[in-house]
């Protein structure tokens, strides 16, 4: 599996980014794909996620201002992104996984595939 993020740049505060990741070499028909960022000096956090039947979950810190979204014939996961402010700088992780057959939801998962991140600066 192979998972890479694009999109990421500098913004001043108020501005707008999409991230985008395509993913290869996954075929589970059954899936979570989630957003991750992590800035310098503090833990990692999930705010956004995504199952195969596009049901999604966001943080409590994005909710309102980003949208996560796929395209499943062009193998693309998307995070759009507005309103940002300077505590939304970080890399920017995509990553996914597989669900079980008796599986539901995206809800405290953990993930087996990652990308290399891409950096989201705002400025203010």
């Known amino acids: 599996v192979h998972l890479v993020e694009s999109g990421g740049g500098s913004v001043q505060s108020g501005g707008s980014l999409r991230l985008s990741c395509a993913a290869s070499?996954?075929?589970?028909?059954?899936?979570?794909m989630a957003w991750f960022r992590q800035a310098p000096g503090k833990e990692r956090e999930e705010v956004a996620n995504?199952?195969?039947?596009?049901?999604?979950n966001y943080s409590d810190s994005v909710k309102g201002r980003f949208t996560i979204s796929q395209d499943n014939a062009k193998k693309m996961l998307y995070l759009e992104m507005i309103t940002l402010k300077p505590e939304d700088t970080a890399m920017y992780y995509c990553a996914s996984r597989g669900l079980g057959y008796e599986e539901y939801g995206c809800m405290e998962r953990s993930y087996n595939y990652w990308g290399q991140g891409t950096q989201v600066t705002v400025s203010s």
């Open positions: 995504i199952d195969n039947d596009d049901h999604t």
């Open positions: 070499g996954f075929a589970h028909s059954k899936y979570c």
